[in-house]
């Protein structure tokens, strides 16, 4: 044993719940002491355990408070060598090890103290091992079940004792499962000859509810809780008093008198809660067949599957159901009254004895919808609205028609005048039409709108609409012969994007050019391109279309935004549009291609290889021409090609020239408006604008309506006032975002057979891995920072933290040496690079190829070597800092090798430019948090030339950040997917709350 003198040496803290007490012991480094002797038979001392003292010691410095302990000895089974037990900081070699008894010094703190101990950050100098990591996240649950107040009063043992235990709930079911799961060795290290899952649930029920019940008393001496009803009574008043003496107090102990009094009503206030557990309170609000009055009916449904439902009338005639609990009734009567308290008007239903409705007016049934239907479902009742609420019943019609003298003129500009009208639709027939309503129905609504009824009837059909709404909208129909706008203002109306229309626009009728684009017939039959003069080579289908649409467009003067995915050639269409320009008579002027530098090279090259009959000029570097051999150097050609930076620096220079048309390449560069290159860019005039992206939306929708002001200045109006307009209840209105935007964004995936049916599959799968005791440590002790952290920052200091708090995490959860910088040893102290070698191992055996992304160049440049020596294959690296021609003799070499071989890319480095169809394999080591940025480089190996199903898989720690990042990404991703994906920079925005349950470590992250 080594006593408390043991130099500055770090102890590492475990502990097993035993019995009603928490067992704490030490370790600190092993010793070269000699070995323990021969205890015969009896577990023998262990080397190099912390004796009683040290631990008080330990126990008494700063970090987890006061604690009251008995000293004591405690037997268990540790994995190590006969004479020596393996430190807990890892054992040698990979194979299961063998286990031998050890005797250690123990403290034994009861509940509260263990609950103090536990809630607080360790002692200086020392760490938490598994055992006691895994008692802290107990203990965080039991403080999560007590402060919600989901405990119950209860009499244990003998003599009786008060205690607060966990009720019985769904929710808590779930994360006792993934605790049981989670429970390491060294947590049962004191029960030998067990079988691990016999005692695995017992290790975390045991100290649950004592912990709980510490827990509750702590918060119970506090500010007063909204606590549970206690037993009913007058007569059990003096024992309710004494009981909660005993449920708040030091002393816990009840007297057998005032126990025998109280077993009764609290063994069926336990059974009302679990049957209140089954069963739920539900408003159902019915519309009436004609002038009668409103119902909100009363329900109740089962809390573990929402589908069973049953009228409360039925269950009052005794007809109830196998899932309800007996005493539905009553909880029934108790939740209504809760909910009187949200909606005083309840009330009156509760002077039946069995209430089943309560009757409204339209009036009562208005202010049901608008006031109580939002204050019941956040007191946590379901209520139930009709369906048509959430389907906007009234509607515009706008119809765009050319002025006379421009009719069969085959064209129309953007500033030509065209005449719109407006019609009010009634939509949401059965077959899902609309039709327009008469003069009658609309002089009905106008009174309707003056008396400011929101639910109105209109065709025997019930609706909600908006007073304002309606009026402004009978003001602009009043004007029968229609309105003249400029063509762009008329598309702003007919899109939804201009505020003329007070009413959603549902339905559009138009003919020529603007019929063909705003109906989508512009898409999916334009004009064909074919294989215009001087392009050499053969365009696919989609892409004659898409290079046809282009042409469309811009012949009607409108931008447009080419939005196929990476790999379906998105610059070759834009080649065969300008080659095809340039074969006519009167060819139009230069268009100036934006891209980022290192694509420069690549449009370069195309164009020399489809195009050669275009006059190409690269503009970028430092001898770049200005002035007027720039301008002689522009009259003289077709495309110019330049960077973003250059476009920044010499805005006023370039903003002087005559372009007919400005393109911009990888376009999500302009996704943050008001940055210098976005603002640069947009200030370049033109006749026509085109942006190219792969992801028009990475973040959220204000980055569309970014790139669209770049390709249709002004269309969308302004940022705020599209946001407003595509705002919903839950989310974006997507379907809006679509009408809004489609007929200028054309959006392709490989994925879509009918757009391309000879790409193999993309199969995207998630690697899940756990971390060792040393990265969940590590994981640990930067959260804590966090929070110590959090509280004393200020919110733009706060942003630095959250962001800096998310790459610790991140690196720690790839390996703990690069976390620390220090150059030490990669081999077994990462879960993460363990399934990464597996993974490689596989493909190698194989015989195929891998792409590997990092985000981190300096774990790269260690992880190369590593991969190298354990595969046996070999292991390309590519970063930041690869010169072009580097850059271009791996990508050769790596196309061309013969068998197995890995291709490790840093993330960013390696997003665009690259073509790696040779690998059929793709791992995120690590993720970027954005799906636009991986998927783009997932895009190297899967696209125009893959000949092979591709793998990708993204590797996330579970029960860390990265899983719970990756769900919320998922949802992102879903966002940008129905409207036309993330960095970390928006979890700043997240609260302390919801940033805390962001990066907690979940007891299933660390391998058992």
């Not at 950040?961 to 990756?966: A, G, I, L, T």
Request: glycine share 10%; proline share 8%; hydrophobic share 40%.
């Amino acid at each position: 044993m080594v006593g408390e003198g043991t130099g500055g040496a770090v102890r590492v803290l475990h502990g097993v719940w035993a019995g009603d007490a928490l067992a704490v012991w030490a370790e600190t480094d092993p010793s070269p002491a000699s070995p323990p002797k021969d205890a015969h038979g009896r577990p023998r001392p262990h080397p190099f355990a912390l004796d009683a003292r040290g631990l008080h010691a330990l126990l008494r410095t700063p970090g987890p408070g006061p604690v009251t302990a008995r000293a004591g000895h405690l037997d268990l089974t540790l994995p190590g060598e006969v004479h020596t037990p393996f430190a807990s900081t890892g054992a040698p070699g990979s194979a299961p090890a063998a286990l031998h008894p050890w005797s250690v010094p123990a403290l034994r703190l009861d509940a509260a103290s263990a609950e103090a101990l536990l809630a607080s950050a360790p002692p200086p100098r020392a760490r938490l091992g598994p055992s006691l990591a895994h008692l802290r996240a107990v203990r965080d649950f039991a403080e999560r079940v007590a402060a919600s107040g989901c405990v119950l009063p209860d009499l244990v043992g003998d003599p009786p004792r008060a205690r607060w235990r966990p009720a019985p709930l769904d929710w808590a079911e779930e994360h006792l499962s993934a605790l049981t799961a989670a429970l390491p060795p060294s947590a049962r290290a004191h029960l030998p000859g067990e079988p691990p899952d016999a005692v695995a649930r017992a290790c975390v029920l045991a100290p649950l509810e004592l912990l709980t019940d510490a827990v509750a008393r702590r918060l119970a001496r506090g500010p007063r809780r909204g606590a549970a009803p206690g037993p009913d009574g007058a007569e059990e008043a003096a024992p309710g008093r004494r009981l909660a003496a005993a449920l708040t107090g030091d002393r816990s102990r009840v007297d057998a008198d005032t126990a025998a009094r109280l077993r009764g009503p609290l063994r069926e206030w336990r059974s009302r809660v679990r049957g209140a557990g089954r069963a739920a309170l539900l408003f159902l609000l019915r519309e009436p067949d004609r002038d009668g009055p409103w119902t909100v009916e009363f329900w109740v449904r089962s809390v573990t599957d929402p589908g069973l439902r049953l009228p409360l009338e039925q269950v009052w005639r005794g007809e109830g159901a196998a899932w309800l609990p007996a005493d539905v009734g009553t909880t029934a009567l108790a939740d209504l009254r809760r909910a009187a308290r949200h909606h005083p008007p309840l009330r009156r239903a509760l002077r039946d004895l069995a209430p089943t409705r309560m009757l409204l007016s339209t009036e009562g049934a208005q202010e049901f919808v608008a006031e109580a239907a939002p204050r019941l479902s956040g007191a946590g009742f379901s209520v139930v609205l009709p369906e048509w609420r959430t389907r906007p019943a009234l509607g515009l019609r706008v119809t765009v028609e050319d002025a006379p003298r421009r009719r069969g003129s085959g064209g129309v500009g953007p500033s030509d005048l065209v005449n719109v009208s407006f019609e009010a639709l009634l939509r949401g027939g059965e077959d899902g039409s609309a039709e327009p309503l008469t003069e009658d129905e609309l002089a009905e609504l106008a009174e309707l709108a003056r008396l400011k009824r929101s639910l109105v009837r209109v065709r025997g059909r019930w609706m909600e609409v908006d007073p304002g709404q309606v009026s402004a909208a009978l003001d602009l129909l009043e004007r029968r012969g229609g309105h003249w706008m400029r063509t762009e203002e008329a598309l702003r109306t007919a899109i939804g994007a201009q505020d003329t229309a007070p009413l959603p626009v549902t339905d559009v009728v138009a003919s020529g050019p603007l019929g063909a684009l705003l109906d989508g017939g512009a898409k999916a039959e334009p004009r064909p391109l074919g294989s215009p003069p001087g392009f050499r080579g053969t365009l696919r289908p989609y892409q004659d279309r898409g290079a046809a649409w282009l042409r469309f467009l811009g012949e009607l003067g409108l931008g447009a935004v080419l939005a196929d995915d990476m790999g379906l050639g998105k610059t070759v269409q834009l080649l065969a549009l300008l080659t095809e320009e340039r074969a006519g008579s009167t060819p139009p002027g230069p268009t100036l291609l934006v891209c980022p530098v290192s694509l420069v090279g690549n449009w370069r090259r195309e164009a020399e290889r489809f195009a050669p009959s275009l006059r190409v000029h690269v503009q970028h570097g430092p001898d770049r021409p200005t002035g007027n051999a720039l301008a002689r150097l522009v009259g003289a050609c077709d495309l110019v090609v330049t960077t973003y930076g250059v476009v920044a620096r010499d805005a006023g220079e370039l903003s002087g020239m005559p372009w007919h048309r400005v393109v911009c390449d990888e376009a999500q560069a302009l996704k943050n408006h008001g940055t210098r290159q976005a603002r640069a860019v947009r200030s370049l005039p033109a006749t026509t604008r085109i942006a190219l992206t792969g992801t028009p939306v990475e973040n959220n929708l204000g980055e569309l309506w970014s790139i669209m002001d770049f390709a249709n200045p002004g269309l969308l109006g302004t940022a705020p006032a599209f946001e407003q307009a595509v705002s919903g209840e839950e989310g974006p209105d997507t379907g809006l975002v679509r009408r809004m935007t489609g007929p200028f964004v054309l959006r392709r995936l490989k994925t879509d057979r009918s757009i391309i049916s000879d790409l193999p599959e993309k199969l995207e799968m998630r690697t899940w891995c756990t971390l060792t005791p040393e990265q969940a440590s590590l994981y640990k002790a930067v959260v804590d920072d966090m929070g110590e952290r959090m509280a004393e920052t200020t919110e733009k200091e706060r942003k630095g933290l959250v962001l800096a708090t998310m790459t610790r995490l991140k690196q720690i959860c790839n390996h703990p040496a690069q976390f620390l910088g220090d150059g030490s040893a990669l081999s077994g102290r990462s879960g993460k690079l363990e399934r990464l070698e597996a993974i490689l191992g596989e493909a190698a055996a194989e015989g195929d190829k891998a792409l590997c992304f990092t985000q981190y160049a300096r774990f790269g440049e260690r992880l190369a070597p590593y991969l190298r020596s354990r595969l046996g294959v070999p292991v390309l690296w590519l970063h930041g800092g690869t010169s072009r021609a580097e850059r271009e003799e791996m990508t050769q070499r790596f196309q061309t090798l013969e068998g197995p071989a890995v291709f490790l890319l840093s993330l960013k480095a390696a997003g665009t430019g690259l073509n790696l169809t040779a690998a059929n394999h793709v791992v995120h080591v690590d993720r970027w948090w954005n799906p636009a940025v991986e998927d783009q480089a997932t895009d190297r190996a899967f696209r125009i030339g893959q000949r092979r199903d591709v793998q990708v898989r993204k590797m996330v720690c579970v029960g860390t950040v990265e899983e719970r990042v990756d769900e919320m990404i998922e949802r992102k991703s879903a966002l940008a997917d129905s409207a036309v994906a993330t960095g970390e920079a928006w979890l700043t925005g997240l609260s302390v709350e919801d940033l805390r349950e962001v990066v907690r470590l979940s007891p299933e992250a660390v391998a058992g």
